[in-house]
């Protein structure tokens, strides 16, 4: 490699770190993010959940550590060494064991700095320094600028930051592509099944802007109910009626072993609803084959150890996965199936993820550090139910955007395994940037990054 590529210490590179401001502002309805650990994930900074403060607050928490475009935000604790990126325009507060990682571009290219933070070196560095503690392992601030990394010569760097952020920008617009469609798909069920939009116009006399062959599969008018006023013609379901719910399976530490069968666990859910592919288990223990998942299966989770109860009760739709031949649901999940046709399941998954069924599922859990839901809880909901031409329509009409989410989230997991593989070839030199299209090429990928 030369001379070109130094060993150098993080403070001899130019690398700054700024330091958060110890205390906790309080919360508000609205404002600026105060961005705290739950939300560095995956060297991105997830606004998801993230809590927010007063202009006020934000001013004063910001004249310490004011986070700019291409820093790195590093988590000191619960996760240490774990890192995002700032990326332009987005403007928050640092939360409490977070610190800012600064390059002055002598010796790093800012928008190289994220990718150097995410090496092995970086992690070799991170069990060298890190501090065990009893209930949570820690950096200290001190010990940080003495990491030592290997500094590739500053066009190295830049063709760096190049391939590797052109492949990451693609999985987030993919990202925000899929929450764009999932937002589609939930915007017309809640406008055709929770608000009765169209039946409402018809009863008011206004057009309801849907073509004809759709207009007339919509009431006129309402009728009274248990659940109150209802469109005409439907009917008050409970979901027991209309699905059955398998629980997973129970296991040990012992089961959890290298496998092509994989636990979907309460790991594999979002906060709020939706699944992650990153909480797979891999497991060598028994099953019974209805505990066996199938892509596009809707799941649920039991149990919770969030404390705002952000995972139980809520759904997610099981992605395809190529790492695995076998999934399985684990103890603490459900595996919700329709009994009949006509139901199905991205109608049940946006039923499940509507607030009137988060609410419901919530008065039937109990406990205090670990929350559990209710047997009788998911059964007893009530619903509306449209007609069975409605219901055909609906999975007709989303079908297509369900299968574009499908085809952006196997592309991103592509690109991401892409990544992850050039990232520690490029850091150390054993690929370089002029041969590195032979390498995408090999993958299908090269026009990604041109």
């Not at 988590?75 to 990126?85: D, I, K, L, M, V």
């Not at 990491?147 to 590797?164: D, S």
Request: glycine share 8%; aromatic share 10%.
């Amino acid at each position: 490699m030369g001379d070109e590529w130094r060993m150098l210490s993080l403070q001899d590179a130019g690398v700054s770190l700024i330091d958060c401001d110890h205390r906790t502002p309080p919360a508000s309805k609205q404002g600026y993010p105060y961005v705290a650990i739950p939300q560095i994930k995956n060297g991105q900074i997830n606004l998801k959940d993230v809590r927010y403060i007063s202009q006020e607050h934000f001013i004063d928490w910001t004249r310490k550590a004011t986070p700019k475009p291409f820093d790195v935000v590093l988590s000191r604790r619960c996760n240490p060494g774990e890192t995002a990126y700032v990326p332009p325009g987005l403007n928050f507060a640092l939360g409490q064991n977070l610190v800012l990682l600064r390059a002055d571009g002598r010796y790093v290219f800012p928008q190289f700095l994220r990718w150097l933070v995410r090496g092995p070196d970086w992690w070799e560095q991170i069990g060298t320094f890190i501090n065990v503690g009893a209930v949570f392992d820690s950096l200290k601030c001190a010990d940080i600028p003495q990491f030592q990394l290997l500094i590739p010569p500053l066009p190295e760097q830049r063709a760096i930051a190049h391939v590797l952020g052109t492949l990451d920008d693609k999985i987030e617009l993919n990202r925000r592509t899929n929450e764009t469609l999932e937002a589609m798909a939930r915007a017309l069920f809640k406008s055709w099944f929770v608000d009765f939009e169209p039946v409402r116009a018809k009863a008011e006399g206004r057009e309801t802007g849907l073509p004809i062959e759709i207009d007339e599969l919509f009431p006129d008018s309402f009728e009274e109910s248990e659940l109150g006023v209802v469109p005409k013609g439907w009917k008050i379901t409970e979901l027991g009626d209309v699905v059955d719910i398998v629980k997973g399976t129970s296991y040990s530490s012992d089961d959890l072993q290298p496998s092509s069968t994989a636990l979907v666990t309460l790991k594999s859910f979002e906060r709020g609803g939706g699944y992650r592919t990153d909480g797979l288990k891999e497991y060598i223990g028994k099953f019974k084959p209805e505990q066996k998942i199938s892509p596009g299966d809707v799941v649920i989770s039991f149990t919770d150890v969030t404390q705002a109860a952000e995972v139980i009760g809520r759904p997610a739709i099981v992605s395809p996965t190529y790492e695995y031949t076998t999934l399985v649901a684990s103890l603490d999940v459900g595996i919700v199936k329709v009994k009949s046709p006509e139901f199905s399941k991205i109608f049940l998954y946006n039923l499940l993820s509507t607030q009137q069924f988060n609410d419901h599922v919530l008065s039937y859990v109990n406990g205090t550090t670990v929350l559990h839901l209710d047997k009788k809880g998911i059964p007893s909901y009530q619903f509306v139910c449209p007609p069975e031409e409605l219901l055909s329509l609906y999975s007709t009409s989303t079908q297509s955007i369900y299968k574009k989410i499908v085809r952006c989230d196997i592309d991103s997991r592509t690109l991401a395994s892409i990544r992850d593989a050039l990232l520690p070839k490029l850091l150390s030199g054993e690929v370089r940037i002029p041969g590195v299209e032979g390498f995408l090429r090999e993958r299908g990928v090269l026009d990604e990054i041109k």
